[in-house]
């Protein structure tokens, strides 16, 4: 019986083949496809192993990369095809502009002065550059090619007008923008970093203002320039500060040389870096509205950032020009006398506008050591007001912080007083 089952198994089972002639290939098994010439062996069943690579027999899973340019077969218009096609990583940040909000309550109108800072600094790069084509930075040329952009040149007088009162307007733009960033605690947590870049572009831009105003090489300019770096020299290590600025121990062209460099190359890169991430961090982290505003119901709505809210920008930044225009046609600035190292100063001299509140608080403190005591309150204030978001944790729990108010009114009130003091000693020379 055993055996009956055994031939019945047998007789199931599939013929043997032939063997096939010598240097034949081998037949492939029933169903199966016929390999590609030169092909590897076919893995033995069961293996399931991955083909290996040709390169370094290494297995390598087929990668699903998405399209580099997944905006390629949007319907637009010829020439707006052909600037997506090569542009098209800028689409996303475009459509994030889009979706951006701003705010719209009775202290909107603050937020127009951040962009106006910015418009004149624009300004200033472009002018500038315009400037450099003729301006030659040494002693024995410098008030020559001065008085040569004011008089020779084609609209040399316009360009340098221009320069310099957007030089101005930038750092009063920034100033207001300051405080009324400070009153309205936009720099409450998580924008604290706004306010840290924002305060050292107000520095970079005082910065600009200091090193530029010796540029012109005339008589005021080069003894304002000697007594604002005499200052430092009461600080521990202050005289090899000042030995730096000016390139020797007294001004002289060689402080010319010096500050035109820091004018045109250090100070502008450093403000660019810095610009890039405070705009960053303005887009990233959007627009702040004022404590309790929300939940009073005192929020009007919100408007898009692009267009609405970027076309009254640029409404502003047309008011801005013309005033700037009427400013530098009808106010011009003085050219002035060429400066003589070896001359005495003259009557009035005094530094901008905008250093008159610091000024007039080193004239008070005449006592000894007054002016290391007015250095050391500048920096302690200067330190204290970059550091006012991580201090002030009443706002950063959406909480109103009458303290710190009270602070800012105080600096406001300092400004203003000793500003107004300088101008009404001055204005009777």
Do not use: C
């Not at 706004?194 to 090489?217: A, D, I, K, N």
Request: a positive charge; charged letters at 15%; hydrophobic letters at 50%.
């Amino acid at each position: 019986m055993a055996e009956n089952n055994q031939n019945a198994a047998a007789g199931k089972a599939p013929a043997k083949p032939k063997p096939a002639a010598p240097g034949a290939a081998k037949p492939a098994a029933p169903g199966a496809a016929k390999p590609a010439a030169g092909a590897a062996k076919p893995a033995a069943p069961g293996a399931a192993k991955p083909a290996a690579s040709a390169g370094g027999g290494v297995y390598k899973p087929p990668v699903d990369r998405p399209d580099s340019n997944p905006y390629k077969d949007s319907k637009q218009s010829a020439l707006a095809s052909w600037f997506q096609e090569r542009f098209y990583v800028m689409i996303p940040v475009i459509d994030y502009l889009k979706k951006k909000e701003v705010p719209q309550h009775r202290l909107s109108f603050w937020y127009y002065f951040g962009g106006l800072t910015l418009f004149f600094f624009i300004i200033q790069v472009v002018t500038g550059l315009l400037l450099l084509q003729y301006y030659k930075p040494t002693g024995a040329e410098a008030f020559t090619s001065f008085v040569f952009i004011q008089k020779e040149v084609p609209f040399g007088w316009l360009i340098r007008q221009v320069h310099a009162w957007s030089a101005n307007l930038m750092i009063g733009m920034a100033f207001i923008h300051m405080f009324s960033t400070f009153f309205m605690k936009s720099y409450r947590k998580p924008r604290e970093l706004m306010w840290v870049s924002g305060f050292v572009l107000l520095v970079l831009s005082l910065g600009f203002g200091f090193t530029g105003y010796l540029l012109p090489w005339n008589e005021l300019a080069f003894f304002a320039t000697q007594v604002g770096t005499e200052v430092p020299k009461v600080m521990p290590g202050g005289a090899l500060l000042v030995d730096i600025l000016r390139g020797g121990k007294d001004v002289s062209p060689e402080t010319l040389t010096r500050m035109f460099s820091l004018h045109v190359v250090l100070l502008p890169g450093l403000l660019l870096l810095m610009l890039s991430a405070h705009l960053m961090l303005v887009q990233v982290l959007g627009t702040s509205s004022p404590i309790g505003y929300k939940e009073a119901g005192l929020i009007k709505g919100y408007e898009k950032f692009f267009p609405t809210f970027l076309a009254k920008d640029a409404i502003g930044w047309l008011i801005g020009f013309g005033l700037l225009v009427y400013l530098a046609v009808m106010f011009p600035w003085e050219i002035g006398v060429q400066a003589d190292p070896l001359g005495s100063a003259p009557v009035g001299i005094k530094p901008e506008w905008y250093f008159w509140a610091q000024f007039q608080l080193l004239k008070d403190f005449t006592f000894e050591g007054g002016e290391l005591l007015a250095i050391v309150l500048f920096t302690v204030g200067a330190i204290l007001w970059i550091l006012v978001p991580f201090l002030d944790r009443q706002a950063s729990r959406e909480q109103r912080s009458p303290i710190f108010t009270i602070l800012g009114l105080l600096v406001i009130a300092f400004l203003v007083i000793n500003t107004y003091r300088v101008y009404a000693e001055y204005s009777q020379l």
